[in-house]
């Protein structure tokens, strides 16, 4: 498929935003690299081109007394930076809450929710709270047993000034609007506390065009993180904040809704987009699922409701809608997996780590190149094939095969083109 027109931020806007990662883990999460920590995320956000990251996992004992040893505050109100670069990016205190429940006669309500703390006291509060309801030592996204809406209550009980944002919304097994596990709502799922939800993150899967469909969303800020589990997934989305830097503006955006932009993934990228089964390798649009009657054609099991699908069922608006008065969405692709396609190998070899190192040198930070920097300055040094690359993607020329069951989508930028010898090798060799 052909992904849609992108849009791109003024000249005049440079300068006056930040660019934020709210949602990212630690090592101490399951299935997350070993890397994850402080030093790692202050080193790598600096190549991305952050000024703020979330910490992430600061429920879990070790690793809030690692973020209480490696941590000092930071200039501007709330926010933290490491203690061996205080000149690098700045850190908001986040944590993931995994809440499982029964509500309104069903079983097994999985809500995953963002928590953004403005201070280390206010921290140690909460975990002193929540130990006393779970093993906080198990994971570094602790699971409770009680309700999203008394998480809210527990929180604000602590502090009104905690932020509490459903995470993925719309991801299937653990979200607030889950094919398999969510509610309808905002309000089915928080009740008399959903007036205390100010915003929602989209998720690698959606992007808030798809959101703009559904008219009862319009009253969030909609917000876009990494959830990196790794270092090199840090920043595939992001959120341009308006300057001042500081936890009450922070928190003050979020309520209001007053972001520049958000970076999004293409949302066809995310590994639940589509509907499909990838057991028998099948993927479905939403329409097909319904021609099958939800059921896969090969091993007659249910299929995997995807977000699109998800998104269609709850809209009230056309596709394409947009309310007035929202932040611009632009879309991007990292810039290794743009080298990777230009170069025709593989996103972790070596080539295109080597690569990639020397743009950041030469260029800056990632989304220097990728959103700051126009395209004649950075045909000085970006490789000819990189640089229509990049090219493609701000223009929103893309093919992509969608996600689905768990399975990353496929982004082609050059699609079936063959790079010529002079724009692969020879020339990257000139040049670096």
Same mark, same amino acid.
């Given at each position: 498929?052909?992904?849609?027109?992108?849009?791109?931020?003024?000249?005049?806007?440079?300068?006056?935003?930040?660019?934020?990662?709210?949602?990212?883990?630690?090592?101490?999460?399951?299935?997350?690299?070993?890397?994850?920590?402080?030093?790692?995320?202050?080193?790598?956000?600096?190549?991305?081109?952050?000024?703020?990251?979330?910490?992430?996992?600061?429920?879990?004992?070790?690793?809030?007394?690692?973020?209480?040893?490696?941590?000092?505050?930071?200039?501007?109100?709330?926010?933290?930076?490491?203690?061996?670069?205080?000149?690098?990016?700045?850190?908001?205190?986040?944590?993931?809450?995994?809440?499982?429940?029964?509500?309104?006669?069903?079983?097994?309500?999985?809500?995953?929710?963002?928590?953004?703390?403005?201070?280390?006291?206010?921290?140690?509060?909460?975990?002193?709270?929540?130990?006393?309801?779970?093993?906080?030592?198990?994971?570094?996204?602790?699971?409770?047993?009680?309700? +999203?809406?008394?998480?809210?209550?527990?929180?604000?009980?602590?502090?009104?000034?905690?932020?509490?944002?459903?995470?993925?919304?719309?991801?299937?097994?653990?979200?607030?609007?889950? +094919?398999?596990?969510?509610?309808?709502?905002?309000?089915?799922?928080?009740?008399?506390?959903?007036?205390?939800?100010?915003?929602?993150?989209?998720?690698l899967s959606s992007d808030p065009e798809m959101n703009w469909r559904v008219s009862a969303l319009d009253r969030f800020t909609?917000?876009?993180?990494?959830?990196?589990?790794?270092p090199s997934k840090l920043g595939r989305e992001a959120n341009a904040f308006w300057f001042p830097m500081s936890y009450p503006?922070?928190?003050?955006?979020?309520?209001?809704?007053?972001?520049?932009?958000?970076?999004?993934?293409?949302?066809?990228?995310?590994?639940?987009?589509?509907?499909?089964?990838?057991?028998?390798?099948?993927?479905?649009?939403?329409?097909?699922?319904?021609?099958?009657?939800?059921?896969?054609?090969?091993?007659?099991?249910?299929?995997?409701?995807?977000?699109?699908?998800?998104?269609?069922?709850?809209?009230?608006?056309?596709?394409?809608?947009?309310?007035?008065?929202?932040?611009?969405?632009?879309?991007?692709?990292?810039?290794?997996?743009?080298?990777a396609e230009a170069l025709e190998v593989g996103p972790q070899s070596k080539r295109v780590k080597k690569t990639y190192r020397?743009?950041?040198?030469?260029?800056?930070?990632?989304?220097?190149?990728?959103?700051?920097?126009?395209?004649?300055?950075?045909?000085?040094?970006?490789?000819?094939?990189?640089?229509?690359?990049?090219?493609?993607?701000?223009?929103?020329?893309?093919?992509?095969?969608?996600?689905?069951?768990?399975?990353?989508?496929?982004?082609?930028?050059?699609?079936?083109?063959?790079?010529?010898?002079?724009?692969?090798?020879?020339?990257?060799?000139?040049?670096?």
């Amino acid at each position: 498929m052909v992904a849609k027109t992108n849009e791109w931020p003024p000249e005049e806007w440079f300068g006056k935003f930040y660019l934020a990662d709210l949602h990212v883990h630690s090592r101490f999460s399951r299935a997350t690299s070993r890397e994850m920590g402080i030093p790692a995320l202050a080193r790598v956000g600096k190549e991305k081109g952050l000024s703020l990251i979330g910490t992430g996992d600061f429920t879990h004992p070790e690793y809030f007394r690692e973020l209480c040893e490696l941590l000092e505050p930071a200039p501007e109100e709330g926010l933290y930076v490491f203690r061996e670069d205080p000149d690098g990016p700045r850190f908001v205190l986040s944590a993931e809450i995994s809440n499982i429940f029964s509500a309104n006669g069903k079983t097994n309500r999985r809500i995953h929710i963002l928590i953004l703390a403005p201070s280390l006291e206010v921290v140690r509060e909460i975990n002193l709270a929540l130990s006393r309801l779970g093993n906080l030592s198990a994971d570094g996204r602790p699971t409770f047993g009680f309700s +999203a809406k008394n998480l809210v209550k527990l929180l604000r009980e602590i502090s009104p000034d905690i932020l509490i944002i459903p995470a993925h919304a719309w991801t299937p097994w653990y979200s607030v609007f889950g +094919a398999f596990s969510g509610f309808d709502s905002v309000e089915e799922c928080f009740e008399e506390e959903a007036e205390h939800i100010y915003a929602l993150e989209t998720g690698l899967s959606s992007d808030p065009e798809m959101n703009w469909r559904v008219s009862a969303l319009d009253r969030f800020t909609l917000i876009s993180n990494s959830d990196a589990h790794s270092p090199s997934k840090l920043g595939r989305e992001a959120n341009a904040f308006w300057f001042p830097m500081s936890y009450p503006a922070l928190a003050e955006a979020i309520k209001t809704g007053d972001l520049a932009f958000t970076v999004e993934f293409y949302p066809e990228e995310g590994k639940y987009h589509f509907d499909g089964h990838r057991a028998c390798g099948v993927l479905f649009s939403p329409k097909e699922t319904r021609a099958h009657g939800g059921k896969c054609p090969v091993c007659g099991q249910s299929l995997t409701v995807g977000v699109m699908h998800r998104v269609e069922a709850l809209a009230d608006r056309p596709e394409g809608f947009r309310p007035e008065g929202k932040p611009l969405s632009v879309h991007l692709v990292p810039l290794e997996e743009i080298i990777a396609e230009a170069l025709e190998v593989g996103p972790q070899s070596k080539r295109v780590k080597k690569t990639y190192r020397q743009l950041i040198e030469l260029g800056g930070s990632e989304f220097a190149i990728l959103l700051e920097k126009d395209l004649s300055e950075l045909s000085e040094f970006v490789p000819e094939r990189i640089l229509e690359g990049i090219r493609r993607v701000r223009e929103g020329r893309l093919y992509i095969r969608p996600g689905y069951d768990g399975v990353y989508g496929v982004v082609s930028i050059f699609g079936k083109e063959e790079p010529s010898e002079t724009e692969t090798g020879p020339k990257q060799q000139s040049l670096f």
